[in-house]
């Protein structure tokens, strides 16, 4: 199992960092090493048919999300110029984040709109008036409504590059925590990081269904939203 394991990270690390392939040769012949030593040099056979299930089921894995959408070309995203609708932001203003990414196809889910959510209130509803002017006073740089734990959360849970950055940890810390075998730990890993995947293409699914604008230009563009209790900043 751990050899099956270790070969399938190994494989689908190399088609993903093709780059880094001697790091990855080395580190696998150090892991593979420490599988086949002590009790393991009996079972040699084992580990070689562990290494060949681990490559299998990744090639199967790859030639299946190989087709996925993910790689499919799109033209750049730039919404538009109507109140409500999303367009560049500072400080980039780069063009919306790879959109195909909409259209992906999930793991567990039947398709990233299965759980569209609602759309965003009209934009002179008492729903949109509150939740701007909390945004605008607990987002502002100084707050005087902002608590410091509050300024420290924001932080922290902008400082990431992916949710996987702070699940991950979590999860691994979990398992050791309760003793789990490196299969339980694997399928562990699987479902959290499943999940947070087709949570990412339901997010995304509804970002390009409603293109709705982003904070910073809502506040910045307020005087011309149509809404008498919004005021620009």
């Known amino acids: 199992q751990r050899a099956a394991a270790l070969q399938a990270a190994y494989a689908i ?13 080395a580190q696998r012949a150090t892991s593979l090493a420490a599988i086949a030593s002590g009790a393991g040099a009996e079972n ?12 299998t089921v990744a090639d199967a894995i790859w030639a299946w999300r190989s087709v996925d959408g993910f790689a499919n070309s799109v033209p750049p995203f730039l919404g538009g110029t109507a109140p409500g609708q999303w367009r560049p932001t500072p400080p980039a203003l780069a063009p ?3 959109p195909q990414l909409a ?5 567990f889910i039947n398709s990233p709109s299965q759980f569209r959510p609602a759309g965003p209130p ?8 509150g ?3 909390e945004t605008k006073s607990m987002g502002s740089s100084s707050s005087s409504t902002r608590t410091p734990d509050q300024t420290l959360f924001a932080q922290f849970w902008a400082s990431a ?5 702070f699940w991950d940890p979590v999860a691994t810390s979990l398992a050791a925590e309760r003793h789990f075998t490196l299969s339980e730990t694997s399928h562990l890993l699987a479902l959290v990081n499943l999940a947070i995947a087709d949570a990412l293409l339901r997010c995304w ?3 390009y269904a409603y293109v709705f604008w982003r904070s910073i230009t809502a506040i910045q563009l307020a005087d011309g939203d149509g809404n008498a209790d919004t005021s620009a900043d």
């Open 13 to 25: 690390l190399v088609l993903l960092f093709p780059s880094q392939t001697a790091t990855f040769d």
């Open 103 to 107: 259209k992906v196809t999930p793991f």
């Open 161 to 165: 590059n992916a949710p996987a950055d």
């Open 205 to 207: 699914d509804a970002k």
């Open 131 to 133: 939740d701007f002017n």
């Open 96 to 98: 919306g984040l790879v």
């Open 122 to 129: 009209a934009l002179t509803s008492a729903q949109y008036t």
């Open 44 to 55: 040699s056979d084992s580990i070689a048919s562990g290494v060949d299930w681990g490559q």
